[in-house]
């Protein structure tokens, strides 16, 4: 019997979905040489990690930008850098992804003329800009503006792309970073749902799309989801997602051909779910990950980005990087996987799941909507405090050992790996030269060009602001006058304005059922009562401009809940802000929570503003993804203690709090 014959095969294999590394580090020209090897290794399109001051529209020699250059991703302050960045890279054969979301029309800006030079047909560069502003507001942090004003970015450059650049996806709806901030399978659909309604209604509403053209415009619209380690409810989410896509598209927007209104959507398995303990079994997750988005025909992703099993260390070497990419290629040309259609259909376990996710999805997108709206349940708050009390649950199971973590709350017990044994170096390690090198490079950038060219983009940038035209336009004209990425930024903030999003601590769930909890709370009460003051004031600070904000928040919820009156005024704080926060609030304690690796230059800024308003006796303490020997180099700095992801018990931290406290003030 021929084997391609067997019962359920497929007469030709589905094709592989796109694979990728998400990549970029130190400069233009180092990621350039990345993205060419990891091409060459058979990935087949490109997903650019762009650093934080290019997240948040700040150039290198922005004083937010300070120990935060090229860290978490390429800088990109102006064409010259995107020039640099995809040197010798055909933009019009391959296929681009940007996680840029603020600036994405910036970013789009100067990708789209790096093409035009390059001689590239914008009609067939396909890629996409993530350009999801909500989520931003929710969890990861980099947003710029107010929610209405982004959203008109948002849609400027939909309507922008569905003309000149037709098989670009101008918008990735991101729940990714959602199930990061806590949300249960049924709040990230839900929200996620909520965002892209905001975003078409914006579309539909801003004049500049013709109705009968909304059709191709949900045609282009994609999604970017968090795929976690149950990967059959992973499963059944992504078939819920799409069922509702449909029905959405179809009811609200009155596309009527079902090509268009298919759910397309690309994914990255969940990084923060991977552990800094025992980190070789971050593998095993990363595989049954990937199979959440894979093993699903009818509900597969079409593009697939893998962690490195060493993210919760540090950055990924391009060796970890290609054994990702080695397990997107042994499964999709190894395996059958791709032979067979839908291995779920006619499963009355998967229907009844996906009948669940649907059903509690649409309660929650009933329920923003009822609000007015995505943009307004993100100011009222709404959404950012469901997702801080889902994560507080689900902190809480993983403390109790409910939820098992391997390697972390059991079977800790293990042999010495020697993928981090003594002597190896277990992540890349970023110049602090980098920094230094792109603040000359940017101001030479902007000695050289013409100044009266650049003032007239920035002029017609602010008027056109002003306004209700498409941006897109005036933002070519900056970028073909040499304007720079914290110039735009800054135009388009004086029109406007900043904006500081809800922190989702008032009303958030603490750690109900915790039984040692009891005994911290009469620490504290009984610190308080021997220095004499009401309660015990504990100032948790953000500085630069990570964003990653769910350890904070976890923090100040349980030490609020054990007692503390907790400061917390959000991300992206200058060091002089949070000293003047903590000599003003006269707290006991400065913890600082810095995710992004900026912590050697961010923490002892800190340190000497403190001893500078004579408060070098406040005791500061520090969390985040920080290295054995920057640890040391701390506490040698001043810091008393030093937390990472391995210590998780979050009423072991504020315990230990207290102690930092008492010995601080010389109390037995």
Not at 64 to 91: K, Q, S, T
Not at 551 to 569: L, S, T, W
Request: net charge negative; glycine share 10%; proline share 5%.
């Amino acid at each position: 019997m021929d084997e391609k014959a067997l019962p359920g095969r497929l007469p030709e294999r589905d094709r592989p979905w796109v694979m990728r590394t998400y990549a970029g580090h130190s400069s233009a020209e180092a990621s350039n040489a990345l993205f060419r090897r990891n091409l060459a290794k058979g990935q087949t399109g490109l997903s650019v990690a762009f650093d934080l001051p290019t997240q948040t529209g700040y150039d290198p020699d922005h004083e937010l930008a300070a120990g935060e250059v090229g860290r978490v991703g390429v800088p990109v302050a102006h064409l010259g850098d995107m020039r640099a960045l995809f040197d010798g890279i055909p933009l019009a054969d391959g296929n681009t992804s940007m996680t840029i979301n603020a600036p994405a029309m910036w970013l789009l800006g100067l990708y789209r003329t790096v093409a035009v030079e390059q001689g590239a047909d914008l009609t067939r560069c396909a890629g996409t800009t993530q350009n999801d502003i909500i989520k931003e507001y929710l969890s990861r942090g980099t947003y710029i503006f107010p929610p209405a004003a982004s959203l008109r970015l948002t849609a400027d450059v939909v309507a922008y792309t569905l003309g000149e650049m037709p098989r670009w996806n101008p918008v990735n709806i991101c729940s990714y970073h959602l199930q990061e901030a806590g949300a249960t399978p049924v709040q990230e659909v839900g929200f996620a749902l909520a965002t892209a309604v905001a975003v078409l209604d914006a579309v539909r509403d801003c004049g500049q799309v013709p109705a009968e053209r909304m059709g191709d415009v949900v045609a282009r619209i994609s999604f970017f989801v968090n795929a976690g380690v149950r990967f059959v409810e992973e499963i059944a989410k992504m078939r819920a997602f799409g069922l509702l896509w449909d029905e959405i598209t179809r009811d609200r927007y009155g596309v009527v051909d079902p090509k268009q209104r298919r759910f397309r959507y690309g994914v990255q398995v969940n990084s923060l779910g991977l552990t800094e303990a025992q980190p070789e079994n971050n593998i095993p997750r990363i595989v049954l990950e990937m199979l959440g988005v894979t093993f699903s025909r009818d509900a597969r992703a079409r593009a697939v980005q893998l962690p490195a099993w060493n993210e919760a260390l540090g950055l990924p070497r391009p060796w970890d990087q290609q054994w990702s990419l080695r397990m997107q290629q042994v499964l999709a040309y190894e395996s059958d996987l791709l032979e067979y259609p839908d291995l779920f259909a006619g499963s009355h376990v998967m229907t009844g799941l996906v009948d669940g996710i649907v059903a509690g999805a649409r309660v929650e997108l009933a329920t923003v909507l009822d609000m007015g709206g995505v943009v307004a349940a993100v100011e009222t708050g709404y959404l950012k405090s469901a997702l801080v009390a889902s994560l507080a649950e689900r902190r809480r199971r993983m403390e109790s050992g409910a939820d098992v973590v391997v390697g972390v709350n059991r079977f800790t017990e293990t042999e010495p790996s020697p993928l981090t044994a003594a002597g190896a170096q277990a992540v890349e390690q970023v110049d602090p030269a980098v920094e230094a090198t792109a603040t000359a490079a940017v101001r030479r950038w902007r000695a050289a060009r013409d100044a009266v060219a650049v003032d007239a983009a920035l002029a017609r940038l602010r008027a056109d602001a002003a306004t209700t035209v498409n941006l897109m336009p005036a933002t070519l004209d900056c970028v073909r006058a040499g304007v720079t990425t914290g110039e735009w930024a800054g135009a388009l903030r004086q029109v406007f304005g900043e904006y500081r999003a809800p922190t989702g601590l008032t009303g958030a769930a603490g750690a109900g059922g915790d039984a040692t909890l009891a005994a911290v709370r009469q620490r504290v009460a009984r610190t308080a009562e021997e220095l004499g003051s009401g309660r015990l004031r504990l100032l948790v600070g953000k500085p630069g401009l990570d964003g990653h904000s769910n350890g904070a928040e976890q923090i100040a919820v349980r030490a609020r809940d054990a007692g503390f009156e907790v400061v917390y005024q959000g991300i992206r704080l200058t060091a002089g802000q949070i000293v003047a926060a903590a000599v003003e609030e006269d707290v006991d304690l400065v913890g600082l929570s810095v995710l992004s690796g900026s912590h050697l230059a961010a923490v002892p800024a800190v340190l000497d503003g403190l001893r500078a308003a004579g408060r070098g006796d406040l005791p500061v303490v520090v969390g985040g993804i920080i290295p054995t020997g920057d640890a040391d180099a701390l506490r040698a700095a001043g810091v008393a203690r030093v937390f990472t992801p391995k210590d998780f018990v979050l009423t072991g931290i504020i315990d230990d709090l207290v102690t930092v406290i008492r010995d601080a003030n010389g109390l037995a």
